[in-house]
């Protein structure tokens, strides 16, 4: 990898600094994903390690992350918000050693259609909370998953989960070869005041969330066809046609439960 | 630019290109345990210890290691000297080829810190990204089990 420069800025104004004056820079989290890039287009690295984007809290019942904690802090923080499900999704990003330094802000900002963060954020109607030097801006991720390109070059500092979801039960399925590989399908059902919303990642484009109805139909009137829109992903682990049936299989498992 | 770490209880600066990773970074210094196998995260043979946590050299540039605690296989044991871990795994079968084993040893090693009973469930878990071709992990396994009844029994 051809890198000119490598910076370890130690607060948010060197960050912003830097940042202007190397215009083509990348932003280095954990660098699991970084790392591995083949050919990558990059002058600048700006590692993140040093801005005090760890830890994790509770503020009346949200759960404040920050952007820069690993998915290994995120199993051993052991939350109990929303059945301990942040838990268990991170214990599937990838094998131990990956966990220890993959971060869950690089996961999201790293964009893959397959990451295990971004359906469980869009499920749980998280907030990120991003930076630039004109300010903090608060975006829901369902906006930032409909137009990611508008949040590239800010940086994420923290992602917010809110209280209505602490004593939710939710139903997780992960469909993958292995139990830390990528998913070929995620879909999680939460329950709130509103009723159930079901969330389908990794087999589409793009995470789906939608609400469901109590309709016999609702299977092959709705959910499939908001998939179909959005389009599952012909890729390594499978064609649409398969990612559908899982999807299927996964919604069934559901209902009988 | 200078990378200033401790490295097997000692402290270094090492300097480093800006796009350079720890592995070539520490095989170029002499640290030749760590190997280099798929260079992009999977199979766990350029494992080492940062701060008391397993990863991949070969997915960490240079520059995040500056400033950390780095223990690498060459800290664990000798030839003359073997660590508990590292005699166990030779009297259980568990080293055929050996390219896997400096990562295997490290993983155990940090298992074994925080757990001194393990389950097979967590004994697995600990070397989840660890791939050995040769062994089938079945004796990996008996290993690190035999590895910990020595350990407690000390």
Not at chain 1, 131 to 141: L, R
Not at chain 2, 52 to 71: E, M, P, R, W, Y
Request: charged share 25%; glycine share 8%; with cysteine.
């Amino acid at each position: 990898m051809k890198v000119k420069k490598y910076f370890r800025p130690r607060d948010l104004n060197e960050f912003h600094r830097l940042s202007a004056e190397n215009p083509d820079h990348k932003i280095l989290a954990g660098g699991t994903y970084v790392a591995k890039m083949k050919f990558p287009k990059v002058d600048t690295i700006i590692d993140i390690q040093d801005l005090g984007l760890k830890g994790i809290k509770e503020e009346n019942g949200d759960i404040h992350i920050g952007a820069n904690v690993t998915f290994t802090d995120l199993i051993e923080a052991e939350l109990s918000y929303c059945g301990g499900l942040v838990g268990q999704v991170s214990s599937h990003c990838g094998p131990i050693t990956i966990r220890n330094i993959a971060t869950i802000g690089g996961n999201v900002m790293a964009g893959y259609h397959w990451n295990d963060t971004t359906p469980l954020l869009l499920a749980l109607e998280a907030t990120l909370m991003f930076t630039s030097d004109s300010g903090v801006k608060a975006v829901p991720v369902s906006s930032f998953i409909a137009n990611r390109s508008t949040y590239t070059g800010l940086l994420l500092t923290s992602i917010i989960l809110p209280s209505k979801y602490k004593d939710t039960k939710p139903f997780y399925k992960r469909f993958a070869r292995t139990r830390s590989d990528i998913p070929t399908s995620i879909f999680i059902v939460l329950n709130s005041e509103e009723g159930d919303h079901i969330t389908v990642g990794s087999a589409t484009v793009k995470p789906v969330r939608i609400m469901y109805s109590a309709d016999d139909e609702f299977l092959i009137n709705t959910l499939l066809p908001r998939l179909n829109e959005v389009k599952f992903m012909d890729d390594l682990r499978g064609k649409p046609e398969f990612k559908e049936k899982i999807v299927i299989s996964q919604y069934r498992e559901w209902k009988e439960k | 630019m200078d990378i200033k770490v401790t490295i097997n209880g000692v402290k270094k600066v090492f300097n480093a290109d800006p796009g350079e990773k720890l592995l070539d970074l520490l095989r170029r210094e002499g640290y030749k345990g760590a190997k280099r196998g798929c260079s992009t995260g999977d199979c766990g043979s350029c494992a080492v210890i940062i701060n008391g946590k397993l990863v991949n050299s070969c997915l960490i540039f240079a520059g995040q290691a500056d400033g950390h605690t780095l223990t690498t296989i060459e800290a664990i044991g000798t030839v003359n000297e073997p660590h508990i871990i590292q005699r166990t795994f030779v009297e259980e079968g568990a080293v055929q080829c050996g390219f896997c084993t400096p990562g295997m040893i490290l993983a155990t090693k940090v298992l074994l810190d925080k757990e001194k009973d393990p389950t097979l469930t967590q004994i697995r878990e600990a070397l989840s990204g660890n791939l050995c071709r040769c062994t089938g992990y079945v004796k990996i396994e008996n290993a690190v089990i035999r590895s910990a009844d020595k350990m407690r029994s000390e």
